[in-house]
Structures are given as C-alpha cells and as structure tokens.
C-alpha cells in the first residue's frame, strides 16, 4: 500500500529514464535511507566490529572518588598480569597530556589531583580485554582525600573548596536589554528551578581502534560526531602535525552530543597505548564505565523573577543561572553561551536581565547534549510563563499569543531582529488543534480520581547553527566526484550518527544533480578526504554539509554543463538538471542521460571533482552584554504534552505529545519526522524516570537497570505538523530540527503534570520522589522525598574510596 | 572443569560445533567464533536487548546466555531471519517505514520483532513486546509501524 505523501508527485519512486518532464526530485521525499538496508540486515560494521591481526585492548584505571591528592600510583601488579603489553602512566605521554576541547583544565591521565570519578590514573593494553580491564583494577592508587564540592551554587560561594586554583566560576555570560521595566509589573513571579541533568544513552558504547605506522604517523577509527576534534586531540597528545593523524569516522550508533567531545578521550588513550605498543588498539567502553566516565547533560540551578502587567504583557524578565561544569570547563562556556541567550523563549520582553554562571563542581562532568543548555533554561521559562498565566488568570495559549514574538514584534532579547516569517503563532495553534486542546479543556475531569489527566505546552526559539561564540567552526567542505557511468560520490565533512546526515546529503546532492538518490553514494567522513568541517552538532549537519554540496554541485557544472550543452546543441546556460537527464530549458524533450554526460567527460579526460566550502556571514555580537545577532537564523518548536499522573504513587505517563516545527524547508521526511519523534520522546525521558543519581560525584546508577530510558511500553504518541516557509534557512531553505525536537519537549511535560496536579514542581525529572514531595506532607510517602531532598548537598568531605 | 567443551548446535539453519571455554558467553560464541557480528553488545547485562537471537525461536539476550546451554538446540541470529535471500518482511517494512536509525538496536530489534510476528497478538501486545529492546534514536514510532505494517501484512498472506 503506498503510503500518504511517500513521494511528491511525479516522484523518483519508479525512475523513468526517458522522462520528458520536468521532475519535482527526490526533497522532501520518503526514498530509502541509504544506511538501512544494511544495518536492519546486521551487516554494517560499527567500531566493535572490527579487528586486526595483533590488535590488543585498553582499558584504563580510574578514581574511585572525586577529590583527592594523588600521593603514590604502583603499577607492578598490573604489569604482572598475564596478556598485558603496556601500563602507562602521564610520564609516558609522547606529547601534551592535555584533553581540554577549549581550557587546558584536563589532562588525559592525571599526575597529582584528582577532580572528579572516573579521572584516569593510568592506561593498560593488553591481548584481552579481560585481561586489560583485570590490571586496571589492580593498578594502586594512594588517594588522600581532599574537600570535595558537588553543589555549584556553593562552589561558586566564598570560602568552599576549589577544584581549580583559579577558582570555581569558569565564567559570566550576560544579556542586559532596556531599562528596568519591574515598577510597571502588576502580578510578578519568583521562582527556583533545579533543573538534573542527563545521560546520553546511545545504544553503542564508545569506542576507537587506533592503528599505528611505526611512530610517524597514526590512522583512528572512531565512533564519533566530530573527526576533527578527534584528529586534534590525537595530535596533541602525540606530538604530530595534524596532517600525520587519520581519522575516518566509524557507523556511529548515536550520540545526541555525548559523542561530539568525548570521543576525543578514548581516542586519545588508545592512540597513546598504539604508539607505545606498536600495536592496532582497540579501546570499546563497557557500558558502565561509559556512564560513569563520559559527559552528562549540565545540571542547572536557575533564579527567576518575571513580571506581566494586568492585561497579561510580560514587562521584565530576570534570570540567575548556575551551571554544573563539573570537573572540566569542556565545553561548558559553548552551552551556557546557547543557554544565555534562550533564556527568555520566544517571548517580547522589554526588560532583560539574564545572567549565566559556570561553576566548577567535583561532579561528573557536563558537555554537549542535544539543545545544549536550551532544553534546561526553556524548562524555566516555560514553567515560569505558566505561573504567570495563572497569576493573571489566563489561559496558558492565550498568554502566550499576548507575548510571542511574531512578525509584528521581532524582535529577540539580544536586541536581533527576527527574519520573516516568524511562526510562533503557527506553530502553536498547529499544536494546540492536534493535540485537541479546546476539546480536552472543556472536558470535565474528576477531581478526585487516583489518576489525574493535565495538558502543558511550551515554546522554543532555536537558534539555527552555531553561535557567534563558536562561529569560527562554522564551514564545512564537500567532495563531489561524476563517476563515468554517472553514479555520484559525495564526501563531506559531517556525520551520520543515526540522524539522517546520509539520507540528507544525498537528498540534497541528488536535488542539486537532478538524479536519483540511489545514483548518489555519500561517504562516512575521513579528515583526508575534505578539510575541517567543524563539529556535527548545533543541529548544522544538513544545514553545513547540504551548503557544501551545493557549492561542489556549482563548481562541477562549469565543467558538466558545456559537455552536456554540446550534446544537446544548446548553449550551457539553457542546460537544465532533472530526473537522470540534462535538458534543453523550455525543451525538455531535448536531453540527454547525465550518465552519457559522465561517460564523455570521462572519455575526454574532463576534470569531474569538484570541492565545495561554506562558511556563514560574520555576524556582531557583545558577549559583555548579549547584544547583537548570536545566531543568523531561528527556528521554532512547540510542542502540547498529555499526561496521566498516579497521584499516589507518584507516576507520570506521558501519553502523547503533539509537536509542530518550523523545518524551513523538508529535505526527507521520515529522517525529519524520525528526528521529531525521537527528540520527543528523549525529552519525555529526561522529563520523567531519567534521574543521574550522584552520591559524593559518583554515578550510583550506571546501567540501563537503574537509570530509566523509555522503552517502546512509555514512549508517548507523538503527533507531528511541518510548518514549511520560504524565510531564512540553508540548503532549500532547510532549518535544523534535531535539537528542536527535544528542547520543548519536557517542558511541556512538566506544565501539563503541574495542570494535573494543582501544584508547582520546580525540580527535574519528574520521579515519583518529586511528585510525592510537591504533593506535601499528607503524602502517605512523603518521608520518602524527604530523604531524596538530603541529596542536594551542602560541602562535603570526599568519601573514602570503594 | 574441562578447558574447552564442545557446543553443537544449529545456527540459522546449519549444523555447527564449536570448542568453548565454559563460562563464554552465547554472544560471543556468535560474534567472534561463527562471525556473525550482527548481535551487538550494548550493556553486557541484558537490558538493551542489542545481542537479541533467537533460541528456539524464543529471543534471549545472548550476553546472558551460556554458549554451553545452546548445545543441542536452534540459534538464529538476524543474519538468519532473511528467507530466500530477501530480507525479512519486518526488515523490509523498517526498511520502507523509516524505522532505522543509527542501527545499533536495531539488528535486535529486528529479531524480537520477527518472534512477536511469528507468535501473533495485537498492537499493544506488540508495543509490549518490543519493550526488551532499547533504541535512543526513533522514539519506536516507526518501528511500531513497520512491526504493524508488517503483521498486517502477515494476516492477509495467511491462508484463510
């Protein structure tokens, strides 16, 4: 049975060579990914897949505690065991031990402090990886405990303990706009938000094979979003020019952020151990000590005080976020840049006063995850919204249209003026009508039954690519090459890590070409086949490489279009690209197949590579005040949740959500709407059962066991609107929606369990202890959240080791 | 204890014998012994379900299972489950439904699926069943559907 809107009319479904009209191409289409046949089939090799004749395996030996002085590191016994190669410690580091993605605060093996669970004291390669993981244990460590700080709100207080001897804040980040608008603010709001953190949960550890030539040069296989951060901090540590280390990104199973910096690490130890060994090196993270070991999405502490007028007009916003770095600074100074400005939402507020504080804690450490600090700061704003609303006896919906940013009032709290259209009002009604909100509102809903029924919504204005901050990053680099039978290789600098990057630059190339998607075959990226493309995160994948493409696409019809102009007898500005064929624009009857086009370039030696670049505009941004345009374009997401609670035990069901975003433009729509669906339902989790429980820094629930992902028995239905428009965007007009897919996701869960229980919860995730401390003391287990609430922590002392 | 033992069994459809050390691993047995490297491990403590085979038809975690204890009976693997050459239909439906992702679940989702279609049942005993198999990236709305399509699919090819 075909399914609804699988292909656009005249589509590329059945491909008809001999087509005489023009086709519509394959955007926006449902073809085939091209990934899907073979992993469905279990023949794609990820990087545990793989071995070498001589192969051995890392592992590395790891603090047990978060903060003490490193007084003595034996190694004898680890040496001792039978299959081991290699024990290494700092000393042995041929270049920088130095991981640090932007400070150098983190050293690949640490040498007399340690910061937080998990800091390696030392690497083993052995011919097993039992063997290997045995003498890691059996490395011996003197570890005299130091004071520890795991509250970032206390680190950043005078007189506690310091991570770093610089001190705990890592730094400020501001948005200051209009004058004090508080006296004008008839209902105002203040509220504290402790907003948990998460874990990544990709189903495919971490994971490299590093495969040494000799010691001059190194190629790593990684599963990893950024090969070029990996290829930088390999030749760091080993002391080589960048140009000496290969990296060729492995089939990626997922990373949703935690594989952008991380994977730089493992990379790191296994090429260390490579060079000391001689030997290929495999180094695949059991899964516990990939939670315990990677970065975590950052907590945050964040301070509200909003007012609105009677008539419901937000006059001010003030907003105090601390975010939990953890140990390392990482990336931390690029989120709290995203989350600073996204903290008002999509909202017209006169008076602005965000202020966003990095602090150093000896918690696990915080680094990229989808929506990168915006999901957190939205969950805020979005329940602070709904204080409001309730405070000026309106209704959330209606609120919300009395202050979206629209076409009217464009302008956001950095002082940029939005492109047009801004479909915030779209966007909402769109989801407000599938998830039937009039119609469930009117419903009467007992007020006594154990389970309660409640509708949240929520908004999020995303800012598309990276910010200014990291703008330097942002280019990217494409390979086009016309194969002589016309089939078409395309290598780009970003990855697929489950998100669709393959569907999506072949959709785009196959567009650009005007040939079948099959004909086009895209490469997994290798930083010797295109230059430095920046990191896949930010949602720019599409958006980076589809830019690339078609530049490499322009650049190659200089050279294709005259070849095909003499065919067909025309001049080459009337050759047109269209379903497999080049043809005479006006006289689509005159053409000729692209592959017969291929075939003579090829026969007369005609170059038929091309490159492409894309870098994006410089932009104007103060990062002392937040003015100026931190993004070039935005997107918008809203998203309605249904929920069922079981007030008395505490449980939440998401039951659906309905979700409408503005895409720009689709480029393939089961990637767009698999991205949709798999953002909702990651944000539904982290909303509800995805607690990382630290005690004293340590992960106490490193397994799937324990640390609660949905599964296919709690995943809401999720309804799903495309708001498609000719604004801003990058490739056909095309706008991220990766990290949109998430960011409203929870927040929106939260307003509609606080509707379905009449209190305030200011606490994330949403587990049965928070459900039953927001109920109160009549909780027949109240006792229970109280327990919980001894967890937020004043200073500590480091426990004892295990 | 004996150092190696002996395990025979049959594995996607072949008679096969393997020497093991006792305390391997069903998982391992498949992925490195016979090569098949389509079960992934994913947790190493049967809560992803990615190492999903069938045992007798039956889907266990195979990072839980003994390679000693398949000795005498039927293994397959999701390099078993295509017939005649052509994938599976529940492969093919994830194929055209857009079910696959980054494809680290999915080999076991693949096998879990192709059990439940093989025991019957209707949508929320599927959803149901499907919950021992993990995946971060779909949100399984589009598994669902190719597992539906599929067992649609199913019902009007079966003789009346």
């Given at each position: ?12 479904a ?11 191409g ?26 070498l ?8 030996a ?7 002085r490193?007084a003595?590191?034996d ?12 024990v ?31 800091d390696?004291?030392a690497l ?11 003498a ?5 460590a ?11 709100v206390?680190?950043?207080?005078p ?5 770093h ?8 980040f501001?948005?200051?706009r ?17 907003v ?10 971490q994971g490299?094979?590093?495969i ?10 990684a ?8 290829q ?19 089939p990626?199973?997922?990373?949703f ?16 151990l ?6 290929p ?12 070991g990677?970065t ?16 419901g ?17 990482g990336?931390?100074?690029v989120?709290?840049?995203?989350a ?8 017209d507020v ?7 504080r990095i ?7 915080g680094?990229?995850f ?28 209606e ?14 709290c ?22 039937g ?25 995303y ?15 494409a390979?086009?090459i ?5 089939s078409?290789?395309v290598?780009?600098?970003l ?6 990057n393959?569907?999506?630059c ?16 895209v ?28 530049d490499?696409v ?10 095909a102009?003499?065919?067909?007898g ?7 690209l ?8 006006g006289?689509p009857?005159?053409?000729v197949?692209?592959a017969?086009?291929?075939?003579t ?5 005609i170059?038929?590579?091309a490159?492409g ?12 005040t937040?003015?100026g ?17 079981d ?23 089961d ?48 309804n799903i609107?495309i ?45 049965p ?9 009549a909780?027949?287990f ?8 001894h ?5 500590e ?6 | 204890m004996?150092?190696?033992?002996t ?19 069903l ?7 016979a ?15 990615a ?43 994830m ?5 696959v ?5 999915t080999?076991?989702?693949?096998v ?9 049942g209707?949508a929320?005993d599927r959803?149901r ?16 559907e ?9 019902t009007a090819?079966?003789?009346?």
């Amino acid at each position: 049975m075909p399914r609804p809107d699988r292909q656009p009319p005249g589509g590329h479904a059945v491909p008809d060579p001999g087509s005489r009209t023009t086709d519509p191409g394959p955007l926006g289409g449902r073809h085939e990914r091209p990934d899907a046949r073979a992993k469905v089939a279990g023949s794609t090799r990820y990087v545990g897949d793989l071995a070498l004749p001589g192969m051995l395996h890392a592992a590395a030996a790891v603090a047990p505690v978060a903060s003490a002085r490193v007084a003595a590191l034996d190694t004898a016994a680890a040496r001792a065991v039978d299959g081991v190669e290699a024990v290494l410690t700092a000393a042995e580091i041929p270049g920088a031990n130095l991981v640090g993605v932007i400070f150098p605060d983190q050293p690949l093996l640490v040498t007399d402090r340690v910061r937080m669970v998990g800091d390696r004291l030392a690497l083993v390669a052995a011919r097993t990886q039992e063997a290997a993981w045995q003498a890691a244990r059996l490395v011996k460590a003197t570890l005299e405990p130091i004071p520890a700080v795991h509250d970032p709100v206390v680190a950043l207080a005078p007189g506690g303990p310091l991570v770093h001897d610089g001190g705990n804040l890592v730094r400020t980040f501001q948005v200051v706009r209009g004058a004090a608008g508080r006296r004008r603010a008839d209902v105002v709001v203040e509220a504290l938000y402790h907003v948990g953190g998460q874990e990544h949960a990709y189903l495919e550890p971490q994971g490299c094979l590093a495969i040494p030539e000799g010691r001059s040069r190194i190629t790593i296989i990684a599963s990893c979003q950024c090969p070029f951060y990996v290829q930088q901090a390999v030749a760091r540590v080993l002391g080589l020019p960048l140009a000496a280390v290969r990296v060729e990104q492995a089939p990626t199973g997922g990373g949703f952020g935690g594989k952008e910096d991380y994977p730089s690490e493992p990379a790191a130890c296994a090429a260390v151990l490579a060079f000391a060994t001689g030997r290929p090196v495999h180094f695949v993270l059991p899964r516990e000590m990939d939670m315990q070991g990677s970065t975590k999405r950052h907590a945050m502490v964040i301070r509200h005080r909003w007012g609105a007028d009677r008539d419901g007009r937000l006059r001010f916003a003030e907003v105090d976020a601390v975010l939990d770095a953890g140990a390392y600074a990482g990336i931390s100074t690029v989120v709290a840049e995203r989350a600073n400005v996204s903290a008002i939402g999509p909202y017209d507020v006169p008076s602005v006063r965000v202020t966003t504080r990095i602090a150093y804690t000896n918690n696990l450490f915080g680094g990229a995850f989808r929506g990168f600090g915006a999901p957190q700061v939205t969950w805020a704003a979005e329940a602070t919204v709904d204080r409001l609303a309730r405070a000026a006896g309106l209704d959330p919906l209606e609120f919300r249209r009395r202050n979206l940013l629209d076409d009217r009032r464009r302008r956001i709290c950095t002082g940029q003026l939005l492109r047009r259209p801004v479909l915030t009002r779209e966007c909402l009604d769109r989801a407000a009508a599938l998830a039937g909100w009039d119609e469930f509102h009117a419903r009467p809903r007992a007020a006594d039954a154990p389970t309660r029924e409640g509708m949240g919504i929520a908004l999020a204005l995303y800012g598309c690519n990276l910010h200014h901050g990291g703008q330097r990053l942002d280019r990217s680099s494409a390979v086009v090459i016309l194969q002589a039978d016309g089939s078409v290789v395309v290598r780009v600098g970003l990855t697929e890590i489950g998100q669709g990057n393959l569907a999506a630059c072949q959709t785009i190339a196959a567009q650009a070409l005007g040939v079948d998607p099959a004909a086009v075959q895209v490469w997994q990226p290798d930083t010797t086949t295109v230059a430095d493309s920046g990191p896949t995160v930010a949602s720019r994948g599409a958006h980076a490489s589809g830019m690339a493409i078609l530049d490499a696409v322009r650049r190659l019809r200089t050279r294709l279009d005259p070849v095909a102009a003499e065919l067909l007898g025309c001049r080459r500005e009337q050759v047109e690209l269209a379903a497999g064929r080049a043809q005479v624009a006006g006289a689509p009857d005159r053409s000729v197949a692209v592959a017969e086009v291929a075939a003579t370039m090829s026969a007369r030696r005609i170059e038929a590579i091309a490159t492409g670049w894309y870098r994006s505009k410089p932009r104007r941004f103060d990062p002392a005040t937040g003015a100026g345009e931190p993004y070039e374009f935005y997107a918008v997401a809203c998203h309605v949740a249904r929920v069922a609670v079981d007030r008395e035990l505490g449980v939440v069901r998401v039951e659906e959500v309905s979700a409408a975003h503005d895409v720009g433009r689709v480029i393939h729509r089961d990637a767009l709407e698999g991205q949709i669906q798999g953002g909702v339902v990651q944000g539904a989790g982290w909303a509800t059962t995805e607690r990382l429980a630290l005690d004293h820094g340590r992960l106490v629930n490193p397994s799937f066991t324990d640390y609660l992902i949905p599964t296919s028995a709690d995943a809401p239905k999720v309804n799903i609107a495309i708001v498609e428009s000719d604004g801003a965007g990058g490739p056909f007009g095309a706008k991220g929606v990766g990290e949109p897919a998430l960011i409203p996701a929870a927040a929106a869960v939260r307003n509609a369990v606080v509707e379905a229980l009449g209190v305030e919860i200011d606490t994330l995730p949403l587990t049965p202890p928070a459900i039953v401390a927001a109920l109160g003391d009549a909780h027949p287990f109240a006792w229970v959240a109280m327990e919980e609430e001894h967890e937020h922590a004043s200073p500590e002392t480091v426990a004892p080791g295990r | 204890m004996p150092e190696r033992i002996t395990v025979a069994l049959t594995l996607n459809g072949a008679r096969r014998s393997f020497e093991v050390a006792p305390g391997r691993r069903l998982l391992d047995l498949v992925r490195e012994d016979a090569g098949l490297i389509g079960a992934k491990e994913g947790c190493g403590a049967g809560e992803c379900g990615a190492c999903m085979v069938l045992l007798d038809g039956a889907p266990v975690t195979s990072c839980l299972v003994l390679a000693a204890s398949a000795d005498g009976h039927e293994v397959v693997t999701v390099e078993g489950l295509a017939r005649g050459g052509a994938l599976h239909p529940f492969q093919e439906a994830m194929v055209t439904h857009g079910g696959v992702q980054c494809g680290f679940c999915t080999p076991g989702i693949a096998v879990t699926g192709a059990a439940v279609l093989a025991r019957g049942g209707d949508a929320a005993d599927r959803t149901r069943l499907l919950a021992g198999n993990l995946c971060r990236c779909t949100g399984y709305a589009k598994v669902m559907e190719a597992l539906d399509d599929a067992a649609a699919k199913e019902t009007a090819d079966a003789p009346a």
